[in-house]
């Protein structure tokens, strides 16, 4: 069982796209939903609420796309968690008892909040070396060695 909502692992998989797509130029948006089989319009939302959070960095202009604020082993798993969870908020609520209330969301929370701190640990690197371990956009890179 996926405790995350697609929308969440989405935004994991965007940033970990554009972490390994990003050089030497920025990852276009039509580019990043082609290679995940989407509508290209479909990631826009998701994309400006990470670099609301400054997770990633717009770039403007005819070869623009996005690329990473920062470093991608400073970046973690539970940031980018984070920040798709902040933006899918429509603060929509139902009717409440004083069950769910007082009993039921204390204890989901504290658990949720478990949940991202073992998040914490997995940084976009890692993320990054298991995909190009696992060669899952094509064959693995080969490396020369030109030692004598």
Same mark, same amino acid.
């Given at each position: 069982?996926i405790?995350?909502?697609?929308?969440?692992?989405?935004? #994991? &998989? $965007?940033?970990?796209?554009? +972490?390994? *797509?990003?050089? /030497?130029?920025? #990852? &276009? $948006?039509?580019?990043?939903? +082609?290679? *995940?089989?989407? /509508?290209?319009?479909?990631?826009e939302?998701?994309?400006q +609420?990470?670099?609301?959070?400054?997770?990633l960095k717009?770039?403007?202009?005819?070869?623009?796309g996005?690329?990473?604020?920062?470093?991608?082993?400073?970046?973690?798993?539970?940031?980018?968690?984070?920040?798709?969870l902040?933006?899918?908020?429509?603060?929509a609520?139902?009717p409440?008892?004083?069950?769910?209330?007082?009993?039921?969301?204390?204890?989901?929370?504290?658990?949720?909040?478990?949940?991202?701190?073992?998040?914490?640990?997995?940084?976009?690197?890692?993320?990054?070396?298991?995909?190009?371990?696992?060669?899952?956009?094509g064959?693995k890179?080969?490396?020369?060695?030109?030692?004598?």
């Open positions: 069982m405790l995350l909502s697609r929308r969440c692992l989405l935004a #994991v &998989a $965007a940033v970990v796209d554009i +972490a390994l *797509h990003a050089r /030497p130029s920025p #990852v &276009a $948006a039509k580019a990043l939903a +082609a290679r *995940h089989n989407l /509508p290209p319009r479909h990631l939302t998701l994309l +609420a990470l670099v609301r959070a400054n997770i717009g770039v403007r202009g005819p070869h623009g996005y690329e990473l604020a920062r470093e991608r082993r400073r970046i973690t798993m539970a940031e980018i968690v984070r920040a798709a902040n933006e899918s908020e429509d603060g609520e139902g409440e008892s004083r069950l769910m209330l007082e009993v039921i969301e204390p204890l989901a929370a504290e658990a949720s909040q478990q949940f991202l701190v073992a998040l914490e640990a997995v940084s976009v690197d890692e993320l990054c070396r298991k995909a190009e371990a696992g060669a899952v956009f064959e890179e080969v490396h020369s060695d030109f030692t004598i």
